[in-house]
T-cell receptor, first 115, second 111 residues
Framework: GESVGLHLPTLSVQEGDNSIINCAYS??????FIWYKQESGKGPQFIID?????DKRQGQRVTVLLNKTVKHLSLQIAATQPGDSAVYFC??????????????FGKGTHLIIQP | DAGVTQSPTHLIKTRGQQVTLRCSPK?????VSWYQQALGQGPQFIFQ???????QRGNFPDRFSGHQFPNYSSELNVNALLLGDSALYLC??????????FGPGTRLTVL
């Protein structure tokens, strides 16, 4: 089965609210995690990454949290905007090459922003 | 600075045919990875090229092969196409051991 999975296939939030997208992984050897955003008809767009020696990392309006104890990853998006509507994928990497090794993706969460 | 580019955008083939997809990495990137994304699914890793050699390979049959050129661009070849090969094929480039950035993909339809 897949090493990385997502709890919810679809998440609907009101514009301006915060969104939290969750991801569970099963490979305890994974040491690098990435969140990608994919809009319809486009390739995945890098959002933020985190390495296993960190618990939290912040970007512009986004925060990634990593809980290695329960093998859980989350993406928080603050003050969601219509442009945040997309499918969000978490991906993991277990290779010694760091981020450039082949990634394992989950199925994705479709984030819908309600006006 | 151009990002990752792929060609063609769309392609229609029939079963049994062969196809070649092309990828130009982002400037400064020397590693190219290929992924297959079926409709409604996450991308699946096919293989990765670095220094003109296949460095890693996912769980794909030998019908899937590739090449990397001295300028770091890459090709993905698929022989004896099956209906199940219909998918979005994504190329990602990275500086070695760093984050991968994806191109827009090539939509392959096998009839």
């Amino acid at each position: 089965g897949e090493s990385v999975g997502l709890h919810l296939p679809t998440l609907s939030v009101q514009e301006g609210d915060n969104s939290i997208i969750n991801c569970a992984y099963s490979n305890s050897a994974s040491d690098y995690f990435i969140w990608y955003k994919q809009e319809s008809g486009k390739g995945p767009q890098f959002i933020i990454d985190i390495r296993s020696n960190m618990d939290k990392r912040q970007g512009q309006r986004v925060t990634v949290l990593l809980n290695k104890t329960v093998k859980h990853l989350s993406l928080q998006i603050a003050a969601t905007q219509p442009g945040d509507s997309a499918v969000y994928f978490c991906a993991e990497n277990t290779g010694s090459g760091g981020g450039a090794d082949g990634l394992t993706f989950g199925k994705g969460t479709h984030l819908i922003i309600q006006p | 600075d151009a990002g990752v580019t792929q060609s063609p955008t769309h392609l229609i083939k029939t079963r049994g045919q062969q196809v070649t997809l092309r990828c130009s990495p982002k400037s400064g990137h020397d590693t190219v990875s290929w992924y297959q994304q079926a409709l409604g699914q996450g991308p699946q890793f096919i293989f990765q090229y670095y220094e003109e050699e296949e460095r890693q390979r996912g769980n794909f049959p030998d019908r899937f092969s590739g090449h990397q050129f001295p300028n770091y661009s890459s090709e993905l070849n698929v022989n004896a196409l099956l209906l199940g090969d219909s998918a979005l094929y994504l190329c990602a480039s990275s500086p070695h051991t760093d984050t991968q950035y994806f191109g827009p993909g090539t939509r392959l339809t096998v009839l």
